[in-house]
């Protein structure tokens, strides 16, 4: 019988939330901790071999997560663009992940379930 697993790609974050402007910003280690939670059933759903967590501060008030994917011993990674106020809380920028490629970033996936789909087709990265 297939195992059920069912991950939000976007985070139905119940604890530390501020509204501001009608945007949810989210502190940095509630994002974390809920894709921490998320490791073991997308290494379950999708068949990957490895899956960890970064992060990286982009340029002004832009910020990144993600996951770093091993899977058929390819190496991808994939994130949500947030932005970052001046509290150090985050909200999602977009709706969106993103593959990070050598060729370039492939943007407009609104699931993981895309995100692997894509992946599987054999990305150049």
Do not use: C
Not at 3 to 13: G, L, S, T
Not at 77 to 105: C, F, S
């Amino acid at each position: 019988m297939d195992k059920q697993v069912e991950i939000n790609p976007y985070y139905q974050y119940k604890r530390s939330t501020i509204k501001e402007n009608d945007m949810d910003y989210l502190s940095r280690e509630a994002i974390l901790n809920e894709m921490n939670e998320s490791l073991r059933p997308i290494m379950e759903k999708y068949n990957v071999n490895d899956i960890g967590i970064f992060e990286e501060q982009g340029e002004g008030n832009h910020y990144y997560i993600g996951y770093t994917i091993r899977k058929d011993d390819e190496v991808f990674m994939t994130h949500t663009p947030y932005v970052i106020n001046d509290e150090g809380l985050l909200r999602p920028e977009k709706q969106e992940w993103v593959i990070e490629t050598a060729e370039g970033d492939l943007r407009g996936f609104s699931s993981l379930e895309e995100v692997f789909e894509e992946m599987d087709k054999g990305l150049e990265h």
